[in-house]
Nanobody, 123 residues
Framework: QVQLVESGGGLVQAGGSLRLSCAAS????????MGWFRQAPGKEREFVAG????????FYAESVKGRFTISRDNAKNTVYLQMNSLKPEDTAVYSC????????????????WGQGTQVTVSS
């Protein structure tokens, strides 16, 4: 079992930045790909970014490319999402997720989820 806890969400003005963290505990963090997803009110959960266990592969949704950066510190069992140039349409609950193997963009392929952290971007 892997437990995931997100932090770092909040209210920010458009153009601002936030850094989300996802701390993992329980089973070893080894060999788990990590993903960040978000869900806005009335919308389906969508893939935002993902990173492989070895950190040599990262993936981003087109809507966040060039603005968001995913990274991980395996020694600290933590994955990060640096969000810059935030827009009101980035407002959502952001959740991290873990799965064995490679990064996937489909939420249903992930085994473990955090509870999420709210990000609100005002215009």
């Amino acid at each position: 079992q892997v437990q995931l806890v997100e932090s770092g969400g909040g209210l920010v003005q458009a153009g601002g930045s936030l850094r989300l963290s996802c701390a993992a505990s329980g089973r070893t963090f080894s060999n788990y790909a990590m993903g960040w997803f978000r869900q806005a009110p009335g919308k389906e959960r969508e893939f935002v970014a993902g990173i492989s266990w070895t950190r040599d592969s990262t993936f981003y949704a087109e809507s966040v490319k060039g603005r968001f950066t995913i990274s991980r510190d395996n020694a600290k069992n933590t994955v990060y999402l640096q969000m810059n140039s935030l827009k009101p349409e980035d407002t959502a609950v952001y959740s991290c997720a873990a799965r064995r193997g490679v990064v996937a963009t489909t939420p249903g392929l992930y085994d473990y989820w955090g509870q999420g952290t709210q990000v609100t971007v005002s215009s």
